[in-house]
């Protein structure tokens, strides 16, 4: 019985996550359709000028005196430099973001709360109103979804298995946040704010390590 009861979780667990994998594919292959476009407006192209007229001190520069951080125009100006200056390249900049969301959604989402939750995840980083508008401009938005999403993600890992590289992660993933979007890092303030009141609370011997 314990055997046949092993073989059908195994053969629900595949099931599962060949469906994840094909919402996946269908989601992505949906937002990269709508790159093939030169449809701009007054941000993207300061994003598209910012990414191929200047250099990287130049950006470090710019950004100094602008309302948004440089990691975004990094990941901008890397791809300009690697696959040229077309616009599907740089719109494909946002859409990897959406991908990397739906990635965890299939990995660390799927493990921790299960099938129906990361399939909701995948669903909404395509469909959500603001996904499909803002995850295929040159701008940084889908980058700090994805940042603040895997500093939670990793976030509660740490709290929960306490693992060193999870701690490192959540730390990496939230810096990639605050310097993608100021707004985000005050997501990811929130973040902290839970985590240490979770420690606070249940779990003190953490405090040194947070």
């Not at 602008?66 to 791809?79: C, G």
Request: net charge positive; with cysteine.
């Amino acid at each position: 019985m314990k055997f046949l009861q092993w073989e059908k979780d195994e053969l629900k667990f595949k099931r599962e996550k060949v469906l994840l994998f094909v919402e996946g594919i269908l989601s992505s292959i949906l937002l990269i359709s709508v790159c093939f476009n030169n449809n701009i407006w007054w941000d993207e192209a300061y994003t598209y000028d910012m990414a191929v007229n200047y250099g990287w001190k130049e950006i470090i520069m710019r950004t100094a005196r602008d309302v948004h951080p440089p990691l975004y125009y990094f990941l901008v100006k890397l791809a300009v430099i690697l696959f040229g200056n077309k616009l599907f390249v740089l719109k494909m900049v946002s859409v990897s973001a959406c991908i990397a969301i739906m990635a965890l959604g299939m990995t660390k989402v799927y493990k921790r709360f299960g099938y129906k939750t990361s399939c909701l995840l995948l669903f909404l980083s395509c469909f959500a109103p603001q996904m499909a508008v803002y995850g295929v401009q040159l701008r940084m938005y889908s980058w700090a979804s994805f940042f603040v999403l895997a500093s939670a993600i990793y976030g509660y890992e740490a709290l929960s298995e306490n693992k060193k590289c999870d701690w490192v992660l959540f730390v990496l993933f939230s810096l990639g946040g605050g310097y993608t979007l100021y707004f985000a890092f005050i997501s990811i303030s929130c973040i902290y704010l839970t985590i240490l009141i979770a420690i606070l609370a249940k779990r003190r011997e953490l405090l040194k390590r947070f």
